[in-house]
C-alpha cells in the first residue's frame, strides 16, 4: 500500500508537470494534493526547481485530514488529531466520503454509527450534511475540507517560498459527480485555483506506464492495480499497449492505456480494521472492569479505545 501511494504521489506531480508546460513563462509555482479519508499528501512544482512534497509546520510529508476547534482556536493536524483525543466531539475527521450527500444518504447513517461523538443534523438550505460543534458553529463537509486545503495552500507556499494559487487535487475512483462538485465548492473555497481533478487509480496507471513505455508493444498488456486505503479498497484493470496514428504526415508510434475495469467497496479499509478493534477491546473492557457506565457511552474513553486500537493495528500490520 505505501508503494502505490508513492506511486500516486508521483503521477500527481506528472499531470502538475504536464499543465505546467501549457502556461506561460510566468508561470508560478503549483501543487498537487493527494487527500486520502485520513492523510493527505501535498507536493510542489515551480519552473528551475526539482519536484518536491512540501512539510507541514511539524516538518512531516503527510498530514492528518483533521480539523479541531477548541477554545476560540482552530487547529489542523496533528495538533487537531492530539485535541480530538480528549475532545472527540470538537475534532473532525474521516468527512471526506461525506461529500456531496444528502441527510438520508446511507454513507452518512454508517458515518454516524462509526463516530457516535458527532452530532449531525441536516442543512436546511442544501438538504447535505452539518457538523454541530459542541459551541454551537455549523461546518459543512466542504467547507471542512476548504479550511484544510487552505492550510496545505500556507505551508505549500512556505515551501515553495511564493504565493500558490494553482492546484491539482485527486478524488476516489468511484467518486460521482455530485461527489466530484462538492471536491470542487472545497477548493473554491480554499481560494485556490483548480487545474484538474483526477481519479486516483487513474494517477497511478499514468504513472506506471510512463516509467515502463519502453516494456509495452502492440500487444496488450493487463494490470491489476489493487488499493486498501483507509476508508475504501479499490482494484482497477488497466490495458497497456502501443498504437501507431499517423500525423503530420508520417506514421509515429504511441504508448496508451485504457482502464478496462473498476471494482470497489466504500466502506472496507483501514479504519473499518481499526473500529472494529476498537469495539472488541471496548466490549473486553466492559466485561472486566464491570463498571456502571458502559464504556461506548464515553466519548473521550472511546476515542483512547480507537486510538490505541489503531497502534495495535498499525503492530500487527508491520
Not at 485535541?83 to 438520508?104: M, Q
Amino acid at each position: 500500500m505505501n508503494t502505490y501511494r508513492s506511486e500516486l504521489f508521483s503521477a500527481c506531480l506528472i499531470i502538475v508537470i504536464s499543465l505546467l508546460n501549457v502556461h506561460s513563462v510566468k508561470c508560478i509555482a503549483v501543487m498537487s494534493v493527494d487527500i486520502g479519508t485520513e492523510w493527505m499528501k501535498v507536493a510542489i512544482v515551480s519552473p528551475g526547481v526539482p519536484m518536491e512534497i512540501a512539510l507541514n509546520k511539524d516538518s512531516q510529508r503527510k498530514t492528518p485530514v483533521a480539523v479541531a476547534f477548541r477554545d476560540g482556536e482552530r487547529h489542523f493536524g496533528d495538533q487537531a488529531v492530539s485535541t480530538g483525543v480528549r475532545f472527540p466531539e470538537k475534532c473532525f475527521s474521516h468527512f471526506v466520503d461525506l461529500l456531496g450527500k444528502s441527510y438520508n444518504n446511507p454513507i452518512v447513517k454508517k458515518f454516524q454509527e462509526r463516530f457516535p461523538f458527532y452530532n449531525l443534523e441536516e442543512d436546511a438550505a442544501t438538504g447535505g450534511v452539518l457538523f454541530r460543534h459542541p459551541e454551537g458553529m455549523t461546518f459543512s463537509p466542504e467547507e471542512l475540507l476548504g479550511m484544510i486545503l487552505s492550510n496545505a495552500k500556507e505551508f505549500a507556499s512556505v515551501a515553495a517560498r511564493q504565493p500558490i494559487k494553482d492546484v491539482v487535487v485527486t478524488v476516489p475512483a468511484f467518486f460521482n459527480q455530485a461527489e466530484r462538485r462538492a471536491m470542487v465548492r472545497a477548493v473554491a473555497l480554499a481560494d485556490l485555483k483548480l487545474l484538474q481533478l483526477i481519479g486516483d487509480n487513474t494517477a497511478v496507471a499514468l504513472n506506471y506506464g510512463v516509467f515502463r513505455r519502453k516494456e509495452f508493444n502492440d500487444t496488450p498488456v493487463n494490470i491489476l492495480f489493487y488499493d486498501m486505503g483507509t476508508g475504501s479498497t479499490t482494484a482497477t484493470v488497466v490495458s497497456y499497449q502501443t498504437v501507431k496514428t499517423k500525423e503530420r504526415g508520417f506514421v509515429e508510434t504511441h504508448p496508451q492505456l485504457s482502464v478496462k475495469g473498476v471494482g470497489y467497496d466504500r466502506t472496507l479499509g483501514g479504519l473499518e480494521f481499526k473500529l472494529r478493534l476498537g469495539k472488541l477491546f471496548a466490549k473486553e473492557f466492559n466485561a472486566m472492569k464491570k463498571c456502571s457506565k458502559d464504556v461506548f457511552d464515553n466519548k473521550r474513553g472511546l476515542a483512547k479505545l480507537y486510538k490505541e486500537a489503531d497502534r495495535v493495528k498499525r503492530v500487527l500490520s508491520a
